[in-house]
């Protein structure tokens, strides 16, 4: 029995039910290869230990970005009383154009790093630094329902994960929030 597949894409039509479309990617040799993956009689070369979240070395750019750019949000807040890119009137953060962030990493000390070429664009939703009326609750079937005298409060910051991944039709970036 062979295994096939569909693929429909957006500006073809479907392929005919006897079509061989899609055999190529998934056969039965594709089973055998998968459970060779899994064999015992190999060194494990990823340790259990090694994907723990204290574990320093798994750390990767992305998250270790997220958590210097939350860090400079609590700094900032903590100074200012906002975050600074509500005060130049923007909800983003975004990292620095590519050619920028490699002619300063040329100059730096340690010298070409490509490290920043994978910082995303971070949206910070704060909204009670938005406005200075409280949020209160809007489910109507809430006890609470937009009662000024309970107001919503924070639970402090995002931290596992720092940030949210939103994958858009036209962009993908982060969310920070509390």
């Known amino acids: 029995m062979t295994n096939t ?3 429909f894409l957006p500006t073809v039509s479907a392929p005919p039910p006897h079509s061989d479309l899609g055999s190529e990617f ?3 040799e594709d089973d055998d290869i998968l459970s060779d993956c899994g064999s015992d009689d ?4 990823f340790p259990e230990d090694l994907f723990e979240q204290d574990n320093p070395q798994v750390k990767g750019i992305i998250e270790a970005y997220l958590a ?3 860090e400079k949000l609590v700094k900032e807040i903590a100074s200012y009383k906002m975050p600074s890119c509500y005060t130049a009137k923007t909800f983003w953060i975004s990292p620095p154009d590519h050619f920028f962030a490699l002619k300063k990493s040329q ?3 340690d010298g070409l790093n490509p490290t920043s070429l994978y910082y995303p664009k971070i949206f910070v939703w704060l909204p009670e630094y ?3 009326n409280s949020i209160t609750c809007q489910n109507s079937e809430c006890q ?3 009662d000024p005298s309970h107001p919503m409060t924070s639970m402090g910051w995002n931290d596992n994960p720092i940030g949210h991944r939103v994958v858009g039709l036209d962009q993908n970036y982060f969310i920070i929030t509390k």
């Open 5 to 7: 597949r569909t693929v």
């Open 26 to 28: 998934e056969t039965d």
């Open 42 to 45: 190999l060194d494990d070369p």
């Open 68 to 70: 210097s750019v939350k």
């Open 107 to 109: 100059e730096s000390s």
């Open 130 to 132: 938005l406005d200075k």
């Open 144 to 146: 609470y329902f937009k």
